[in-house]
């Protein structure tokens, strides 16, 4: 079998190795461990109904529960600078790797201010913290779910028949 080509888009350094760039190109975005590993400890939760990377959601979490408003970020301690657990930093190319964390972290403060804005619960799952306390993750989701389906009930039929006891007493 002919080894996979690898192609680079010049956006990064060239690696000191080619085995790096090799390994580096493997990382995906989507689908990710933490992701699989959350989805089925919601889907064990009985939590159904969510949206992965929902496009019509800003920011596209990586879970979305549309109809309720809330958004699950799960973010891997490398690539988002996990703020729980210290992670090395790169010694090749410093200085990029730096910049791109920082962005990285930086991108990921705009989308988390623009949901709030825009009225959705926003959790942050970190991986480090998945894999010690997985229950304790999937409770922090149900929690921003039952308190988003608390804030969709009418809370004006209380009123309704409060006040229809009113008038029947006058």
């Known amino acids: 079998m002919a080894p996979a080509v690898y192609v680079r888009d010049r956006r990064s350094p060239k690696p000191k190795d080619e085995r790096t760039s090799a ?3 493997r990382i995906r975005s989507r689908d990710t461990g933490p992701e699989r590993v959350m989805r089925r400890l919601l ?3 009985g939590v159904r109904g969510y949206r992965l990377h929902h496009a019509g959601t800003e920011g596209r979490p990586d879970i979305a529960f549309p109809g309720r408003r809330v958004a699950v970020f ?3 301690c490398f690539w988002h600078v996990c703020p ?3 992670r090395y930093a790169p010694k090749n190319n410093a200085r990029f790797w ?3 964390l920082e962005r990285n972290r930086l991108r990921d403060q705009r989308k988390t201010n623009c949901l709030r804005v825009a009225g ?3 959790v942050t799952i970190w991986e ?4 010690s306390y997985p229950a304790a993750q999937v409770g922090r989701v149900l929690q921003a779910l039952s308190r988003a389906e608390s804030d969709r009930r009418p809370k ?3 009123k309704k028949r409060f006040s229809n006891v009113q008038k029947k007493r006058n």
């Open 128 to 131: 480090c913290r998945l894999k």
């Open 120 to 122: 959705w619960r926003v």
């Open 98 to 100: 730096s910049e791109k």
């Open 156 to 158: 004006s039929r209380a």
């Open 84 to 86: 729980h657990c210290k």
């Open 74 to 76: 799960i973010h891997g």
């Open 43 to 45: 889907s064990e939760a």
């Open 23 to 25: 390994l580096m190109s």
